[in-house]
């Protein structure tokens, strides 16, 4: 397992006084007012830097540099096209493509996924906003089956736990009664495929939780982010719809995710500091299934609210 840390905040913009010609372009663009014109050059004035790189990426002069930013992404199993693509330009039924054609994929080969495939997914999920820029999400990676099967023995022993307590009709009845109707709801509608997924787990090996995927990253962020979750799954629909484009099958595991809400020692026994929260945990491996077309999504009437 390896545990990325990108918390730390870069330092803000450095500006080369010779190439820059005062268009103040970096500082329309800056959400922080960090930049101010001096003597008819920018320079970095405020200290609010959320050191997004907007001002770089407007400066028609490439006088803008951030130190402690990676300027280019490089990746293992790929060479980037590192050109900024203009509104308008990108192939946009290409796009509905890809994301129409990731599925879930509940079938997996046995063939074991490269490390760096896996670092690879952790960039590119690093490309998604994250709130005020805080990037503070965190990738644990399971890069081999047993590490995923050992995952899988501890969720399964949480709901092996929870199972066992939701069986008991007096201690939901309680419950229900103080206002506490999550125990009788979970019996309702999770308790016989549980213990039914729990059963062929034990006597057939068969892996309903992960699908038997041979690798997997859970997503999570430390403490302290202004919109921790939206990030890390932001970051996870990068990895997701990224991971179809390099020929893997992915799927969200909503139900290791409870798990290691609940269950501390999970997230323990993974290495995963207790301060950080997880929200996303992603099965990952090369398709077993000889999918041949697309299926679209319920029909949507959005609201109109025009003032
Ligand atoms: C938050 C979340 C949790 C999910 N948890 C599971 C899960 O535990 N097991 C599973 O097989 N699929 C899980 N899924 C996958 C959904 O069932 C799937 O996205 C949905 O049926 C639509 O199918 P598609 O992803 O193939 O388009 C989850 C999806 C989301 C968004």
Redesign the pocket.
Known sequence: MTDYHLHSRPQGPTIDQEKCTGCSLCLTVCPDETLSLLRGKAVASGDRCLACGHCRAVCPTQAITLPGLEQDLSFHTFIPDNRYLPPGEGDTPQLIRLM?S?????NYTDRALDSQLLEDLVRIGTTAPSGTNSQGWTFTLLPQRAAVESLGNLVAAYFARLNRLAANPLLRGVLQLVGRPALANYYHRYHQTIAQGLREWKEQGHD??F?GAPAAIIVGSHPGASCPKEDA?LATQNILLAAHTLGLGS???????AAMAKAPNIQHALGIPAEESIH??I?LGYPAEPYQRL?GRKPITPRYFSG
Not at 102 to 106: D, Q
Not at 251 to 257: E, M, N, P, R, T
């Open positions: 129409l990731r599925r879930s994929c509940r309903r939780l699908h799954l799927c969200l595991i909503g139900f290791a995710v996303a945990v099965a299926t």
